[in-house]
């Protein structure tokens, strides 16, 4: 009888081999699995990465790259829980630029292998990279920035440089980008539409004699009050609906030296001859008024504009042109003591605009313009019109996007409109101390109004004066008149006939703006605002209204305070961002 070999030791070796390898395998399909999920993990953590670090590509880099670490991490991390995914050691991300609108991040992580080790595989290194591009969307842009007296050289400088960096951004050196229009809106206490728009006006409503020895410079009315039935100024309401008037600010050299007998104003005036003190009824040019106006040039083809004044009392038209803008130091050399028929008037609107040098042209030529005040709700006004399918056969723009003429309709798809507003301080109606009507400096100085002082004893006394005349009749000035602006003067109440002093004045244009801020929202576009506060002090109330009228009042998203000047810089750098679309392209 044969017998079998027993084989039971061939057979237990032969498991042993083939369960190492068995056991490999499923080491192999272990680790392969947790590689997979590194890798999976680590992928979202640098896409997400890529994206901000391409929104945030205007920031500083060190600032930058903190923000691309923060969701780098995060993603990476289970919600905070664990930092070492499934074991791996992860590696900090790195960033690179590629070009001048795209970025780079890389990740890397090492997968340390458990079973798939005994068939010789360690560690197992993963690096993975996105590209991310901050590609413009189509947008409408209007930049919408206060060139009031107060800015002064130094934020006028900061504010140039700070637009300057956002159209850059959004250029990305180039001089256009695919379906990308800008306007510049300068506001003071008046808006320029343009001299070239005097269509836009009211029939006969401009006299070119009255702004005699210069010319109208394109500074128009609010659209508000007897000569235009509504409150046009806070609405979309079109020029070709409702047309405005020219600002002109009359001079009132002599208005307040009339001399005043028993109340009444009578033919003759007050002024300083040479050295001597005389009652006229025909001032000379070359006479001084004993009582100045706050806006005392001299009118007519007899009288002369000067680019520089030696004294207060050379009454010479000396106001900017907005048109051919001085140096930053002429301007302030200038300040309150500018006088003329333009007194006040900025910069013309640049409406949208596609190429990328006269909207940087438009930037530089800004200027700290005085007198008036600030009102912010014009600016806002006419930035909405520049966007404004409404005003499109006004502005007449050659400017087209397949075949639509600009500005373009509401909702048109892929295209976002949006308004940057920016104010250095509290809107207000400022009141010049050195000259008649409103509050009158008497101290200190060139003598600028009448007192009690012996040399002019024979002048009639401060209770007689100053007189001006109100339809048609006569009142005497309140302490609480002020510059005329795009709503007259104070007195003339165009706002309320219970708006008459500077407090009630500012809480109506605030009111006006509020109501402004919410019918643009309505419309669709995205209003940023931005608060210069170089001094810290602004009131609550002032912050609130700008907060309130960003579409995102969150700070640092649509509501900026900005401090100083690296802040404002910061703030125009970051809406720069938030206004860029992002894809990942590889």
């Known amino acids: ?155 006028i400088q900061a504010l140039r440089t700070a637009a300057r960096d956002l159209i850059d951004i959004l250029y990305a050196g180039e001089e256009r980008q695919p379906n990308l229009w800008v306007s510049v809106v300068p506001y003071t206490a008046v808006v320029n539409i343009g001299r070239g728009r005097d269509s836009w006006l009211q029939p006969g409503s401009l006299n070119t004699t009255d702004y005699q020895p210069t010319v109208w410079r394109g500074c128009v009315e609010a659209r508000v009050g007897n000569n235009y039935g509504g409150a046009f100024d806070e609405t979309e309401t079109s020029p070709s609906t409702v047309r405005f008037r020219p600002h002109f600010w009359a001079s009132n050299r002599y208005e307040y030296s009339r001399e005043v007998v028993n109340g009444n104003p009578t033919g003759s005036f007050w002024v300083r001859r040479g050295n001597n003190i005389i009652r006229t009824a025909t001032p000379l040019a070359t006479d001084v008024p004993v009582n100045r106006g706050d806006n005392p040039w001299i009118p007519g083809p007899g009288g002369n504009v000067v680019s520089n004044a030696t004294a207060a009392w050379n009454d010479a038209v000396w106001e900017p042109n907005p048109e051919a803008p001085g140096t930053d130091n002429e301007d302030a050399a200038r300040g309150n003591e500018a006088r003329g028929p333009n007194l006040g008037c900025p ?43 409404l005003w499109r056969a006004d502005w007449a723009l050659t400017e087209q996007r397949e075949g639509q003429q600009l500005p373009l309709d509401y909702g048109t798809r892929a295209m976002t409109k949006a308004i940057v507003l920016m104010t250095d301080g509290e809107n207000n109606w400022f009141d010049f101390p050195d000259g008649a009507p409103g509050r009158c400096n008497t101290t200190g100085g060139t003598p600028r109004c009448v007192t009690n002082n012996p040399a002019v004893a024979t002048l009639p006394t401060p209770a007689d ?89 969150r700070e640092n998203f649509g509501y900026f305070r900005s401090p100083t000047r690296d802040a404002l810089n910061l703030a125009f750098r970051t809406i720069a961002g938030q206004l860029a679309s992002l894809r990942l392209v590889q």
């Not at 192999?28 to 590689?35: C, H, K, P």
């Not at 940087?360 to 019109?385: E, F, K, V, Y």
């Not at 995205?526 to 002032?542: E, Q, R, W």
């Open 1 to 155: 009888m044969m017998r079998l070999p027993n084989r039971r030791g061939a057979i237990a070796a032969i498991s042993a081999v083939v369960a190492v390898a068995v056991i490999g395998f499923a080491g192999l399909a272990v680790d392969l699995t947790r590689i997979w999920m590194v890798n999976a993990r680590l992928k979202t953590a640098i896409d997400a990465a890529s994206l901000v670090a391409a929104r945030q590509l205007a920031l500083p880099e060190a600032e930058r790259n903190a923000q691309v670490q923060a969701i780098y991490w995060a993603n990476i991390s289970q919600n905070g829980r664990n930092f070492n995914y499934m074991g791996a050691t992860i590696g900090d991300p790195v960033v690179a630029l590629v070009g001048t609108n795209r970025v780079q991040v890389t990740g890397s992580a090492t997968v340390p292998t458990t079973l798939f080790s005994i068939i010789n595989r360690g560690n197992t290194p993963i690096v993975d990279s996105a590209v991310a591009e901050r590609q413009g969307t189509g947008l409408e842009l209007s930049l919408v920035l206060d060139v009031t007296g107060s800015m002064g050289v130094a934020n």
């Open 347 to 389: 910069r013309a609107v640049l409406p949208l605009t596609r190429d990328r040098t006269p909207i940087l042209a438009q930037i530089d030529a800004l200027r700290h313009t005085h007198r008036g005040g600030t009102m912010a709700n014009l600016g806002l006004q006419l930035g909405w019109g520049t966007l404004s399918p």
């Open 465 to 553: 004066w100053p007189w001006r005349t109100v339809g048609g009749g006569g009142a005497h000035i309140t302490n609480d008149d002020a510059d005329r602006t795009a709503y007259g003067r104070l007195s003339e109440e165009r706002l309320g006939t219970n708006i008459n002093n500077n407090a009630q004045g500012t809480a109506e244009i605030n009111a006006r703006m509020a109501r402004l801020c919410t019918a643009i929202r309505a419309r669709g576009i995205t209003i940023y605002t931005i608060v210069f506060d170089p001094n810290n002090n602004l009131p609550t109330a002032t912050q609130d209204l700008y907060r309130n009228c960003a579409t995102d009042p």
